[in-house]
């Protein structure tokens, strides 16, 4: 029975990396074919595109996990898991802080509000997003800082006594717990927030229509609609992400080789295989390119039979 639980999920891990991959390449490759035929990427193409470089890095960092933990456990000697590891982290920073980033540029380009404050920053986007961006490498320095030394602590665990090392066990974990929670909650909190302005910027621009008597149904509407339904998608898969990583962390010792590890690795790669998608149907311009591929395919399909 478990034999098969591992193989169903097995199949579940490396079908969402393919799809996954499938659909951030996509992203890279329509944004960088505009690029070199001398088309200027907008910056939401530019985060469109960077988001998902990283997060090709980071379904890649997942799969060697999970290849290395449940079928070659000699795969990873010390070397490659601090390997895979640093570049996991990496990536995983850039995959949320892109994300967020996104958010809050459409929140900048869509939301309507009279406050001068605002309307600076909506002026001001793209330095914002960098500002975002810069600002957000102090995390990733802390999340680095505290895996090297975590890395270190257990190169030297066998040395000294059993309850020196179940001492620095319990300290690993403190230390894991609470600078992923840190580092995880503040941009969940940003794009809670970008949601919630967003519904009050719809709110207020509902309002006015239906006093002015021309209905709810407009481009702004559509435009704000489509906005939320990527922020809402993007925080429900993250906050399942975000409580597999908990689990997972907070079970260590006990989850190297079983089935909720493994499901928690499944849990990880959905949030950036499904998101992707979303993202590209949320764009004009890469949802036109998937459905001119999708029809190609099915003609070229039509043709071989």
Known sequence: MKRLLLSILSVLAIAEFVLGTFANVFIVLVNGIDWVKGQKLSCADGILTALAVSRIGFLWGILLNWYATVYNPCFYSSGVRTIVYIAW?????????????????????????????FLHLKWKAERVILMVLLGSLVFLICHLTEVSLKLKMKMNNNEGNITWVTNLEHILHLSDMTVFTIVHV??????????????????????????????SQGASTKVHVRAMQTLISFLLLFFIYFLSRITSIWNSNNLQNNSVAMLCRVLGLLYCSFHSFVLIWGNKKLRQAILSFLSQLKCWVKENK
Do not use: C, D, E, R
């Open 89 to 117: 982290v990496v990536s995983n920073h850039f995959s949320l802080w892109l994300a967020v980033s996104l958010s809050i540029f459409y929140l900048l380009k869509i939301a309507n509000f009279s406050s001068l404050f």
């Open 186 to 215: 503040m941009p969940f909190t940003m794009s809670l927030m970008t949601l919630l302005l967003l519904l009050f910027s719809m709110w207020k621009h509902l309002k006015k229509m239906q006093l002015s008597g021309k209905g």
